[in-house]
């Protein structure tokens, strides 16, 4: 078991403070959940025993089959304990208030199932099933009837034995095969990127999420997904960077009934984003840059306290219609970091009234995540560490400030804003200075 405290070099603070961080840093915070997610596993097992729970003895058993494979094969295991919907699942197994279903310590049988699976190491455990399935977290979920199924691994391969039948894991499996639905797999050149639509804690916070999208849907997540690789490792290599090292899953949304794109991303899911399909490249791109430095920032959290507790206090943000508190405003602000920083190097490749808007989105959004940069520093509400980080927004913003943007931008920009300040004003009254 890793040590439950972790530290961010100083060197790595501030990097990730100026909205950056790269791989170095992004590993460092994704292995701070890692310990997480084991701590959370380990909580959930103590918990059932100490609670008495009639899944203790399964628990016990999964957990005991964990530590085996990982004996065999540590990254098996990391792989599967990592996964989005596992800290998903157990956190909220801790919760007491929680009423979702399969909440409850046998899950981790499944667990313990995928990592042997992965690792083909022999073992044969019960799994729990739900809505006729037995859900592998990580792989996909195989057919079954009942309340449990039988999953076999072995060198060979595996398999999950329910109702007197018995359903093959494919070699790969994150290809769809009989009584086999796969978390399927986008594949553009050497990055893997999983589309889970079936894992029931793929994204709990998330109220949209889509059901199983068929396979002509998956391609063209994938066309839109080579075309945003593209964009990204040839024009934002620092983004692109992030992306890859930070984000493991896609969860397909349905779209919001005005019909626009929709993201968002978890504490508690951290490697996933939630979204509906992307339209083109370009929104996408600016989706994922804009996601990963929420999914940087909440790994931040679970590691140093940025912030004071909440006082009741909700400030103005130009991307909300509702009053923010201050842990809202900084996720904001530093999500846009991050839309800034693409739409600063996209402005200098865009031409005509692509060039115009690119010029447009980086005016508008620099001058909004300062205001509300400004915000966060005079709020009274940051701790020591916290009053560090965005003075190294704030530093990152300062340089972009004085950038020349044509007039007609500006111009935009502005009225942008006012329009956006002027309909917050008018829903919540006057925005505090």
């Not at 530290?7 to 990097?15: A, D, W, Y």
């Not at 919907?85 to 046998?106: E, F, I, K, Y």
């Not at 600063?344 to 447009?360: K, N, V, Y």
């Not at 004003?425 to 200075?433: L, T, V």
């Amino acid at each position: 078991m890793n040590s439950p405290f972790h530290h961010i070099p100083t060197r790595l603070f501030s990097e990730l403070a100026a909205g950056g961080g790269g791989r170095e840093a992004v590993n460092a915070l994704a292995s701070g959940q890692y310990s997480k997610n084991k701590w959370l596993l380990l909580g959930v097992l103590r918990t059932a025993i100490n609670t008495g729970h009639c899944q203790a003895p399964a628990a016990q058993a999964a957990y005991n089959l964990l530590a085996d494979v990982e004996g065999h094969d540590p990254g098996a295991v990391q792989a599967v304990i990592s996964y989005p919907s596992v800290a998903a699942w157990a956190s909220r197994t801790l919760a007491t208030n929680t009423q979702m279903a399969g909440t409850d310590p046998g899950r981790l049988s499944a667990v313990a199932a995928a990592a042997a699976i992965r690792a083909k190491f022999p073992a044969e455990i019960e799994v729990p099933t739900t809505d006729n399935l037995a859900m592998l977290p990580s792989l996909g979920a195989a057919a079954a009837g009942g309340q449990t199924a039988l999953v076999r691994s072995a060198s060979a391969g595996a398999e999950v034995l329910s109702a007197g039948a018995a359903t093959c894991v494919p070699s790969d499996p994150h290809q769809d095969a009989m009584g086999w639905s796969a978390v399927r797999e986008l594949r553009i050149g050497s990055l893997r990127m999983l589309l889970d639509d079936i894992d029931p804690f793929r994204m709990p916070a998330e109220p949209r999420v889509a059901s199983r999208l068929p396979g002509d849907e998956v391609g063209r997540w994938e066309d839109v997904l080579r075309e945003t690789w593209q964009l990204l490792t040839r024009h934002h290599p620092d983004i692109a960077e992030e992306f890859a090292s930070a984000v493991r899953v896609f969860v397909p949304l349905s779209l919001p009934p005005e019909g626009s794109h929709t993201s968002s991303s978890s504490a508690e899911t951290f490697g996933a984003v939630a979204l509906s399909e992307p339209p083109d490249a370009q929104t996408l791109a600016v989706t994922l840059a804009h996601e990963v430095q929420h999914l940087k920032l909440s790994a931040v959290l679970n590691i140093v306290e940025l912030m004071r507790p909440d006082d009741g206090l909700r400030f103005y943000a130009p991307w909300r219609d509702d009053p923010r508190p201050v842990s809202g405003l900084l996720q904001g602000a530093y999500a846009f970091i991050g839309v800034c920083k693409f739409w600063r190097r996209q402005r200098q490749l865009d031409q005509g009234a692509a060039g115009m808007g690119a010029h447009t989105e980086f005016t508008r959004w620099r001058a909004g995540t300062q205001r509300v940069v400004n915000t966060l520093l005079s709020s009274r509400l940051l701790t020591s560490a916290g009053s560090e980080f965005v003075g190294g927004m704030a530093q990152t913003l300062r340089l972009w400030q004085d950038e020349a943007v044509p007039e007609e931008a500006q111009v935009l920009a502005d009225g942008l804003a006012a329009d956006h300040l002027g309909c917050w004003e008018d829903a919540n009254g006057p925005a505090p200075a």
